[in-house]
């Protein structure tokens, strides 16, 4: 089906909004829309497509136009951010051609879903259509955040010919790595995605009666969660094949292999076409560790130019500068989510000279916003003033970081300067019946299950799991090593990677580690405020490759490399800083059973004895890049 509407646009109302970034190009063109558009790909399936385009008295506007293409598994009549009836209009009505697309098996699409795996060569069957007709001056830019930024690396990994730039934002890559499965344990905000997006947008869910099976099994998450692992033909989730499929074969799956070499942007960057790039990540993303690990890669391997911005935000949020209950004060949003995209494709699309190459944000190949300088008060909305402020750098990682050691002392210390005493080890039960909660973090599609962002790490209502008013770390499962107050401020930017020894009682096992910032007692905050910044996991199994698994023998010590997602913060002076060692964080992860069975295959739990060993011979530490503070 094929309907047109036409829209007419003033300088006023969205023109208005680009001067909040310091871009201004006003509207040139009224609207004309054709939705539904169903464009075949080469085995004969069609994918719905929105064209919005320039028009003048009604008619389209003659000439041809670059493109901005999002691809979407979230209905291309919208996002979860800014609909794209009002994406659309903009980017027309100044000169390009808006195409939104739902993907395959989604929403008004034909064919089956399947994640992330046909996205190239949908991708380049797009670009070639595209290219056919009478609008199209051969260029594409992309739009989209999430699997929508996914959907621009498949292209760019593809090498589709028409593709002139990308802006990936919190986007899906290396999804065997970090992100989707992480160290080998699963991030159950995909089983969440899975619970939450079967009920709308999926072949299934167009039957009425199947869609209200598919919704009451998403309003039976908590009560799920319960009884994990999810196996095949045991839910109503049996009613949507492809995606119960995905799902326990996803939970099933911790080997970086095959299964996951969709968007393995890191096992080969040379395949991604040589374009500006322009990546974009936050600190509390669920992707954050590999947009920044991408851009290393990238910069490498292609001429670009390649740029990443890094702000303190959660998933798709750059437009907001508060995030759980921290505030990082104005200056961390970007307030119009379309201007700077607008004035990147200008350069890259239609060849204006402009900021980019020039001045902030563009001025630099890396710009970050560098967290924790704010005076630790509490805001108007009762959020605690972490603050911060945004720098230009040249590379990523910093090349003047000094990776320092901070060794774990016996009774809890963390010490920069003192390696751990002879004999030292602490022990502590994990017990996968009653699981680590998680207390914000790097996560998105949590809904209520999570919650993002930045938080005291201290029970309250926000968290089913852990809803009393105690601190996390009053748990007898939570290893607390924390430093003297600090004499002076530690900026610590950069990838962290915690080494250590453990043992366990059992054959498999995970260990997990947070990096917080511990405020003092205040007038403001009585108690203090335990500030997550950052955490990570590894599974037993997977300790010395991502590629085969490897069983532990009982009792003998192994060493362990545990990845910390990056951050920028300032530690400030009269601060703590405080790692955490467990072995569960969950919902964030999925609970390892310690049984040894396969992955997502338990019918047992095993309560595990877990060691850590920070003695002479086995110096555990976390390694903090500290960035010299300026005189």
Request: aromatic residues 12%; hydrophobic residues 35%.
């Amino acid at each position: 089906m094929k309907r047109s509407l036409r829209f007419t646009l003033m300088c006023a109302g969205l023109g208005a909004l680009v001067s909040l970034v310091g871009y201004s190009r006003p509207p040139e063109f009224e609207v004309i829309v054709k939705k539904d558009v169903m464009v075949p790909m080469r085995d004969g399936v069609k994918l719905a497509t929105d064209l919005y385009l320039p028009a003048k008295d009604g008619k389209p506007a003659p000439g041809r136009f670059p493109v901005v293409l999002t691809r979407t598994p979230y209905d291309k009549s919208e996002t979860a951010w800014t609909p794209l009836d009002v994406i659309g209009p903009y980017y027309a009505s100044r000169g390009y051609v808006f195409v939104a697309q739902d993907t395959r098996g989604r929403f008004a699409s034909e064919g089956e879903w399947h994640m992330l795996t046909d996205d190239g060569r949908d991708g380049w069957d797009c670009g070639a259509w595209i290219a056919q007709q009478p609008w199209s001056d051969g260029k594409i830019g992309m739009f989209g955040t999430s699997y929508v930024g996914g959907t621009q690396h498949a292209m760019a990994l593809e090498r589709v010919p028409q593709l002139t730039t990308v802006i990936p934002v919190d986007a899906m890559s290396n999804i065997g790595r970090q992100s989707l499965r992480n160290a080998g344990a699963f991030e159950m905000r995909f089983w969440n995605w899975i619970m939450t997006k079967v009920t709308k947008g999926s072949r299934a869910g167009r039957d009425p009666a199947t869609a209200a099976e598919l919704m009451e099994l998403s309003g039976q998450r908590f009560n799920y969660l319960k009884h994990l692992p999810l196996r095949y033909g045991t839910t109503p989730l049996q009613l949507a094949p492809e995606y119960e499929n995905w799902l326990v074969e996803a939970m099933r799956h911790g080997a970086d292999d095959a299964f996951w070499a969709q968007n393995n942007i890191l096992a080969d960057p040379k395949r991604y076409k040589d374009i500006p790039v322009y990546l974009v990540g936050g600190w509390y993303d669920s992707w954050g560790g590999n947009t920044t690990a991408n851009f290393t890669a990238l910069h490498q391997a292609i001429k670009g130019p390649v740029y990443l911005i890094m702000g303190p935000w959660i998933h798709g949020d750059q437009g907001k500068s508060s995030h759980g209950q921290v505030s990082f004060g104005a200056d961390a949003a970007i307030p119009d989510p379309l201007a700077w995209r607008l004035e990147w494709y200008d350069h890259w699309l239609k060849g204006m000279t402009n900021s980019v190459g020039r001045a902030a944000p563009f001025a630099t190949n890396v710009r970050i916003f560098v967290m924790g300088t704010g005076d630790g008060r509490k805001t108007s909305q009762g959020l605690l003033n972490h603050g911060g402020y945004w720098r230009n750098e040249q590379e990523w990682p910093l090349a003047r970081t000094q990776y320092t050691p901070y060794y774990f002392q016996q009774g809890g210390g963390l010490s920069m300067t003192r390696p751990p005493a002879k004999g030292g080890s602490t022990s502590f039960q994990f017990d996968p019946r009653d699981p680590v909660p998680t207390l914000g973090g790097p996560i998105s599609s949590g809904d209520d299950i999570m919650q993002q962002g930045a938080w005291d790490q201290r029970g309250g209502p926000q968290f089913w799991n852990w809803p009393n008013p105690l601190p996390i770390s009053a748990r007898n499962d939570i290893l607390v090593f924390r430093t003297e107050p600090l004499e002076a401020d530690v900026e610590v930017t950069g990838e962290i990677e915690v080494k250590f020894w453990a043992s366990s009682s059992a054959v498999d096992t995970d260990f997990t580690a947070k990096l917080i910032d511990v405020y003092p007692p205040s007038a403001d905050f009585p108690h203090g405020f335990d500030l997550n910044i950052g955490d990570g996991i590894v599974r037993a199994r997977f300790r010395d490759s991502l590629k085969k698994e490897v069983f532990m023998e009982p009792g003998k010590i192994y060493p362990f490399t545990l990845k910390i997602y990056p951050t920028s913060n300032v530690f400030k002076k009269g601060h703590r800083i405080r790692v955490d060692i467990s072995s569960s964080n969950f919902p964030r992860f999925d609970v390892n059973p310690n049984s040894g069975e396969p992955l997502a295959e338990n019918r047992r739990v095993v309560i595990a004895t877990n060691t850590l060993v920070h003695d002479r011979a086995h110096p555990s530490h976390i390694v903090l890049p500290v960035i010299p503070m300026s005189r």
